[in-house]
């Protein structure tokens, strides 16, 4: 047993460590194609993975699920916080970005009584309040430094978060490729339908990065962009079966906690492709929310006597 919770600790550590490539590989291509482009490459490239890892879990009949609405609802839901997590990155250096998505978990934990109808104790309510400081530390209102993008990368992560919950509430007859499979379905559709609406509308320039990511028109990508975008494919593939993994040997409570080895990477990734320097500000307001949802789920952890949220924050 204990070697089977190590195991999952180290699937886990990996698949956060793979997930994060991501951020760079979309950053890199953000100031030259737009976002709808780099989901749909994204999606077409992982598309026959996703089918292969489906038959291999469950069949391919369980697609065809009774609960398809659900799955689409939630996939719509998805898509649309993983498009302004994007657009967030566009235009923060990646080390904010991914710290003000970390609110996600206890958006997660504070979210489960009104939707769930589950129990939140005062203590998760008080590190929430922790993690909004953080927050407020890391965007400094008042420093003439705002950037709205920020909100995106908070939007993003209540979006995740209820996404997270919706899971919960169908995760008795879904598999976690099946999901994923929705999710990759409805990426696809998205970018195409979002691309499609702008270039009706005439819409192809913006003043900010964020909003110049979204409505920039498409364009034929060179070799080494078209392999930075299908690249995010394979990243999210093999991720989401390392996660999947992690959870499948130990549980969610156990291995938890490492999903906040993502903060490690990010920062290190915006310095060594971008030359990103974090802030001191960016250092106390990540520490803050860490340190909030370490608690949070550390409490959750020895009050709860039932299955646990899986209160994960992967771009998948």
């Not at 060179?222 to 999210?236: E, H, N, Q, S, W």
């Not at 593939?237 to 409570?253: F, I, K, T």
Request: hydrophobic share 55%; charged share 10%.
């Amino acid at each position: 047993m204990q070697n089977r919770i190590v195991l999952g600790m180290a699937s886990l550590c990996l698949g956060v460590l793979v997930f994060s490539l991501q951020d760079p590989l979309i950053k890199a291509v953000s100031g030259t194609y737009p976002v709808t482009e780099v989901m749909a490459i994204r999606s077409i490239v992982a598309l026959p993975i996703l089918l292969v890892l489906v038959h291999a879990d469950v069949g391919l009949r369980a697609i065809f699920s009774s609960r398809f609405r659900m799955l689409t609802m939630r996939a719509f839901i998805l898509f649309t916080s993983y498009t302004v997590y994007y657009l967030a990155i566009a235009a923060l250096p990646l080390a904010d970005a991914v710290a003000l998505y970390f609110m996600a978990p206890l958006f997660i934990m504070a979210l489960a009584g009104p939707y769930l109808g589950e129990r939140v104790a005062w203590q998760t309510l008080v590190t929430v309040m922790v993690g909004m400081l953080g927050v407020l530390v890391m965007l400094r209102p008042g420093a003439g430094l705002f950037d709205w993008a920020a909100l995106l990368s908070l939007a993003s992560a209540v979006l995740y978060g209820f996404s997270q919950l919706m899971a919960r509430k169908i995760g008795d007859t879904e598999s976690s490729t099946v999901m994923a499979f929705y999710q990759n379905g409805v990426y696809l559709f998205g970018a195409a339908v979002v691309a499609g609406l702008f270039w009706l509308a005439g819409i192809a320039h913006a003043t900010h990065p964020s909003l110049e990511f979204l409505v920039r028109p498409w364009i034929w990508p060179t070799p080494i962009d078209f392999l930075k975008m299908a690249a995010c494919g394979f990243v999210a593939s093999a991720g989401m079966v390392l996660l999947s993994q992690a959870y499948r040997l130990a549980p969610a409570n156990s291995v938890a906690t490492f999903e906040y080895t993502g903060i490690i990477w990010s920062p290190l990734w915006g310095f060594l492709f971008f030359a990103e320097v974090p802030r001191s500000t960016t250092v106390i307001g990540a520490a803050l929310i860490i340190g909030a949802g370490l608690f949070a789920l550390n409490t959750s952890r020895h009050r709860s006597s039932g299955p646990e949220i899986q209160a994960t924050c992967d771009p998948a």
